[in-house]
């Protein structure tokens, strides 16, 4: 039986979780499951390998839409990792996954502040984001049409995919003790 593929947003501000979670989630998505990890920051790198513009930020999420069509076309699940401040840009993933004929689930992760910088003071290179910017993003983000909204504080990342897969309608593989192994 060939499975419902789906088109996840993870959202949220930096240090937050997005990408542990959907390395974690990748771990323990059924083996036969084709999912791609597709996120901004890679592409951000691959194509300025520095900080960009507001013009250059609307086409990396363009970039990104367009490599989550190719894959969701192909047949692929799509975890499309990105800080996804704005509501218009949820919202063409929205309807991407509608026009795919995908499950969508938009998931926005968020912690402290306290905790953001203090998660982000243990980065290095292109991954550290400076104070100043962290604490714009995380005070000028547009809510309210997420499907699920997780404080990511104290979870692990492991304990939010198993929750965003059973959102999704899978479950992950149980080994014989009852626990999520992956």
């Known amino acids: 039986m060939r499975r419902r593929q789906f088109l996840l947003l993870l959202c949220g501000g930096p240090a937050t979780g997005k990408t542990s979670t959907a390395r974690a989630l ?13 996120q901004t920051d890679a592409i951000r790198m691959m194509v300025y390998n520095r900080r960009h513009s507001r ?20 047949g692929y699940s799509v975890i499309a990792d990105a800080t996804f401040t704005k509501r218009k840009d949820r919202q063409v993933f929205a309807k991407l996954a509608h026009e795919t004929g995908s499950s969508f689930l938009s998931a926005r ?8 910088i203090l998660r982000n003071s243990h980065r290095s290179g292109s991954k550290f984001v400076p104070r100043e910017r962290l604490i714009s993003i995380h005070n000028n983000y547009e809510d309210d049409d997420y499907s699920l909204v997780l404080d990511t504080s104290d979870m692990k990342p492991e ?3 198993s929750l965003l897969l059973r959102e999704l309608g899978l479950e992950a593989p149980v080994s014989p003790r009852g626990t999520v192994t992956g």
């Open 55 to 74: 013009r250059e930020s609307r086409m990396v999420y363009e970039m990104l839409r367009n490599c989550s069509k190719i894959a969701l076309t192909n």
């Open 109 to 116: 992760l968020h912690c402290s502040l306290r905790v953001a």
């Open 159 to 161: 304990a939010i995919a």
């Open 26 to 38: 990748l771990r323990i998505l059924p083996p036969d499951y084709k999912a791609a990890h597709i």
